[in-house]
């Protein structure tokens, strides 16, 4: 079996210190971490000389750019849109509210009228009613009365004789139209 590891490369005490700190940091041999960023560097085709990794930052701006205009698309299109419907939505619905509050309050206003004017007008019928009832009671009253001087009428017209003075006849007639008077 032939070795593949031919190859050796060079380089100060300093470098090997900082080498074998990776190496240990990571945990991997020196040679499996010289392997990785020969692999490293051959793939991503990057400049070890650049530190500031100008690809890099090129890759992550161009990625940003394209997340930033990514939503900016969202929001021209989906949460403006939105919003302004929601907007508008809102806006309506106060309108509906200050609308129905104003129609149901000049209802209650219109109902508050007519109740009181019913209330009035039950009132004014309960007047009637009781003077009504009292002139009823009144003319029953007074009926009553006017049985009662009628049947003292009766009683005394019929108490009279074939020889019942004219006079007492005349003051029968008198007393009896004198109560009705009073009646």
């Known amino acids: 079996m032939e070795d593949i590891n031919v190859r050796s490369v060079r380089y100060p005490i300093v470098v090997d210190q900082k080498f074998e700190k990776i ?9 499996q971490v010289f392997i990785q960023m020969v692999d490293y560097f ?7 000389i650049d530190l500031n990794d100008e690809l890099l930052k090129n890759a992550l701006m161009k990625n ?5 205009g990514f939503i900016k698309a969202q929001e021209n299109m989906l949460l403006i849109p939105i919003k302004t419907e929601m907007d508008r939505v809102s806006r309506s619905q106060g309108k509906i509210i200050d609308r129905f509050n104003s ?8 109902v508050l009228n007519n109740l009181q004017s019913h209330a009035k007008a039950f009132g004014e019928v309960a007047r009637v009613m009781d ?3 009292k ?6 009253t007074l009926k009553e009365q006017f049985l009662f001087i009628l049947d003292g009428y009766i009683r005394s017209r019929e108490a009279f004789g074939m020889m019942t003075p004219g006079r007492e006849k005349e003051e029968l007639i008198a007393i009896t139209k004198e109560q009705i008077r009073l009646l």
Do not use: C, F, W
């Not at 051959?42 to 070890?48: H, L």
């Not at 940003?64 to 930033?68: A, D, E, M, R, T």
């Open 131 to 133: 003077v009504i009832l």
């Open 103 to 110: 129609e149901v309050l000049k209802h209650n206003v219109d």
């Open 64 to 68: 940003h750019q394209q997340y930033i």
């Open 42 to 48: 051959y793939k991503s085709k990057k400049d070890p």
């Open 23 to 31: 190496a240990l940091k990571l945990g991997r041999t020196k040679r």
């Open 135 to 140: 002139v009823m009671k009144s003319k029953e």
